[in-house]
């Protein structure tokens, strides 16, 4: 295959195309590439000197070819696509950090949500707007029975009437003073009674007064007892209190175990 390019055409020649007609020149640079490994490699032919000044500055032409050989545009295509990889690239990494992100913001909501709740429980603020507590109190306590007229005696039973008159001491600093009904019957060990009692001084540290209800059995030796506060008997900073109070007899001494709820605020 042999190229014929007039001899008239030289680098100045060249030049100017190059500056007037870019896109004529690329084209021809592209022609004169493609003819010039086609006569180097394939077959020897003669190229004029004129031709080969042209080929070696457009080949050297930093706007059509870069200093390895290679197109300029294609270059110029590799590095679009390199940044466009390395633009996807970046977005794929500020994608995941605003994921990892979100998540992290979501459980340190959840958190602080919770937390929240653990402070501000339904059981708290129940208790600060004065809901019943329960606590409990146990000490010892002394007591003194009067009879109060005759007793009532029948047939398999016998019916008498006592004044109480007690002490509290331990959590429950206070007097007490009631009235108790008893029944015996002919069978040792068996008896019932019934009692009021006032109770009237401190309940851990808390002043006012309740009413205390009895009932109690004793079935040949084994007692059945029930102790309970009177709803809506207390006072002062004893209102609202309810519970439950159990008589302990160990060796002929007196003592109490009183579970009771009572607002927090008085």
């Not at 042999?2 to 100017?16: A, D, I, Q, Y």
């Not at 006592?162 to 002490?167: C, G, T, V």
Request: proline residues 4%; glycine residues 8%.
């Amino acid at each position: 295959m042999l190229m014929v390019v007039p001899m008239t055409m030289g680098r100045e020649t060249s030049k100017e195309m190059a500056s007037n007609d870019f896109f004529a020149l690329m084209k021809c640079a592209s022609k004169l590439t493609q003819t010039h490994m086609d006569v180097e490699w394939r077959r020897p032919v003669f190229v004029t000197s004129a031709s080969r000044r042209l080929f070696d500055f457009l080949r050297r032409s930093p706007y059509f070819w870069d200093e390895k050989g290679i197109p300029t545009h294609s270059i110029q295509g590799t590095l679009a696509g390199d940044m466009e990889i390395t633009d996807q690239r970046k977005i794929q990494i500020r994608a995941r950090a605003f994921a990892i992100a979100t998540i992290c913001l979501f459980f340190a909501v959840a958190l602080a949500s919770f937390a929240f709740t653990r402070t501000h429980s339904p059981i708290q603020t129940a208790a600060q707007n004065g809901a019943n507590v329960t606590k409990h109190a146990t000490g010892p306590f002394d007591v003194k029975l009067a009879p109060q007229g005759e007793d009532d005696k029948a047939e398999g039973s016998t019916l008498a009437r006592y004044s109480l008159d007690k002490q509290y001491h331990g959590d429950l600093d206070a007097t007490a003073k009631g009235t108790m009904l008893t029944a015996g019957t002919d069978v040792k060990g068996s008896a019932g009674y019934v009692a009021i009692e006032r109770v009237t001084g401190k309940l851990n540290g808390r002043t006012g007064s309740f009413v205390l209800q009895h009932t109690g059995t004793l079935t040949r030796g084994a007692p059945v007892q029930n102790i309970t506060v009177v709803p809506d008997s207390g006072t002062g900073q004893l209102t609202g209190l309810t519970g439950k109070l159990t008589v302990i007899i160990d060796a002929g001494k007196h003592s109490y175990a009183f579970d009771y709820s009572l607002p927090e605020t008085p």
